[in-house]
Structure formats: C-alpha cells, structure tokens
C-alpha cells in the first residue's frame, strides 16, 4: 500500500492547527524537521543457499508413542520398595502365597470400595502380611475415542484406594501380582504388623 500524497488544503489545515496549539513542554527547543522524510535505503539480502537434501531425511527411525501417563502398573513397578528387598523378590516371582483373597472382578465401584476397606483391615487385624486383590484386567470401550480412557475402573481405582486413609495405614506395599496369580488383573497387597 502506498501514502497518499496531501493536498495543499490538508498542509494549510495542519500549519493552523499547529499554531494554535500549546506546547507541552516549551523549554525543549523545538526541533526542525525536515518536510518530507528521507527513503530508506533497502539492504540487499544475499541470496538464500538452498542445500541439498533427500526427501525424509530429518525424520526419525521409529515414530515415538505418545503416552499422557504411564499406566497403573508401570507407576507400581516404578514404585520405591518399602519392605524387606528378598521378600519382595520372592513376592514379584509368585513365590510367596498370599494368606487371603478378594475377587473384585465383576463389582461396581460403589460395591467394591467398602468390600475392600473391610477385606484389607479385617486381615490386618487378624495377622496377615500378604493377600491378594483380584480386579480384572477390565473390557475395552466400545466407542474408542480421541480422548484416552484408561482400561478397567477397578484396576485403576484399587491402588488409588490402597494410597488413602483408611486404607493408607494398613498397606505397606502394593504390586502388580506374578502371572501364576492373575497378572495385571490383580495386586499383591502386603499389610503393615499390627502393633
């Protein structure tokens, strides 16, 4: 777009308005600009090198998954130990037996969450240190979306529920059971001594 050249009338407007107008500041000496202002002068820009390339070459060998958050049982695995280091080897290799059991699968979440407060602390009270906590590995959706929706309410409910009071004190280690006792459907709960 170009600027319009003014008109004399224009200039003439301008020169009269300029003259009735109080200075801001009359102790600055007024400064004499020129009429019209001197053009820029263009700077040449050299020309852009293009080298030479093949088509994908910046693109990576394997495309990266895109995760939002690691799963519950990868959080589990990554967890810190917090009892004896043997017994929770022998305990990941489904060496140890669990004293008791509760099978979550198939419960709604309004059922199993009382059923798990009472299954937990009734088996701390009663002296168990291992029992195992059976939620199901849970369906797929039907309608697979744009959002991710993590697989099994249970599965991903339960380690929640073991982290909070009333739970919280009971529980001392929470991990993805061996596959000889269901895998990633189901925890190995290991309870604190009753003192």
Do not use: C
């Amino acid at each position: 777009m170009t600027r319009r050249k003014l008109t004399a009338e224009e200039i003439e407007l301008w020169r009269k308005v300029a003259k009735q107008a109080e200075r801001l500041h009359p102790e600055i000496p007024q400064s004499v600009h020129p009429a019209t202002l001197p053009k820029p002068k263009p700077t040449k820009t050299p020309k852009a090198r293009i080298d030479a390339f093949e088509l994908g070459q910046k693109v990576p060998a394997k495309p990266s998954r895109n995760t939002l958050k690691p799963s519950v049982t990868e959080q589990l695995r990554g967890a810190p130990v917090q009892m004896d280091n043997k017994a929770f080897g022998r305990m990941k290799r489904g060496k140890l037996k669990p004293e008791g059991r509760i099978d979550l699968h198939g419960m709604r979440v309004d059922t199993a969450h009382p059923a798990l407060v009472r299954f937990v602390l009734s088996a701390q009270a009663s002296g168990k240190r291992l029992v195992l906590v059976i939620t199901g590995k849970g369906k797929d959706r039907d309608e697979p979306g744009p959002i991710p929706t993590p697989r099994g309410v249970l599965r991903n409910q339960v380690p929640h529920w073991l982290s909070i009071p009333p739970l919280a004190q009971a529980v001392m280690q929470v991990t993805p059971a061996h596959i000889s006792h269901g895998g990633d459907g189901a925890y190995y709960v290991y309870l604190r001594r009753v003192r």
